[in-house]
């Protein structure tokens, strides 16, 4: 199966995460998996990172934390994403040497382009759709999938309020990997082990 998903965390972890975490991720349709905690001690997460690390590496996908370059490097995680205002990208690289660097660039061609010197592994634009997880974010056009299929050579991750029903197209304009939490995490109908098979 075609691993599509980047899988960002709940904002909270609790007890039955893991054992969540391992039916989510024994589906094999993840690539990525984000740890996102926001107002969380870095105590918690070094604890919580290496329960995840152990899920992750079973299932052959790169642990991603969201966010500190300091602490990815820290927990041993595979890689870092960074926002526009996470700190300084140029640091980020030297400090993660040959890890993953993830950065986000919105709805922006420049910021885009402007990553590319950072090597990244990947970079996302968003918010396509509306989000829970981040309510505030800038909305993206779906023409900047196409631009950035066609001009970055780097794997593109869409993000933002997506959901069964919306991926696909994001896929067919150029999205290689589609970021999802709220639907797996969240789903009132649906279980995290069941809502991740609509993604195939």
Request: charged letters at 25%; aromatic letters at 10%; one cysteine or more.
């Amino acid at each position: 199966m075609k691993r599509i998903i980047y899988l960002i965390s709940p904002s909270k972890i609790n007890k039955s995460f893991y054992q969540d975490l391992n039916k989510v991720l024994s589906y094999n349709n993840v690539k990525f998996f984000q740890l996102r905690l926001k107002n969380t001690k870095i105590s918690n997460i070094v604890k919580i990172a290496k329960k995840i690390k152990k899920i992750t590496k079973k299932y052959d996908v790169k642990f991603i934390l969201n966010d500190n370059f300091f602490l990815a490097n820290k927990v041993k995680a595979d890689g870092c994403h960074m926002g526009q205002l996470d700190g300084s990208l140029k640091i980020a690289r030297n400090v993660l040497k040959s890890k993953l660097l993830g950065i986000t660039c919105h709805n922006s061609k420049e910021l885009a382009l402007n990553s590319l010197k950072y090597k990244p592994a990947y970079l996302a634009f968003g918010s396509f759709h509306k989000s829970k997880l981040k309510p505030k974010a800038i909305r993206a056009n779906l023409n900047i999938l196409k631009w950035a299929k066609k001009n970055i050579k780097k794997p593109i991750v869409a993000i933002g309020g997506i959901n069964n029903k919306n991926y696909k197209r994001l896929i067919k304009k150029g999205a290689k990997y589609i970021a999802i939490s709220t639907f797996i995490w969240d789903n009132p109908n649906l279980k995290p082990e069941l809502a991740i098979k609509k993604f195939k």
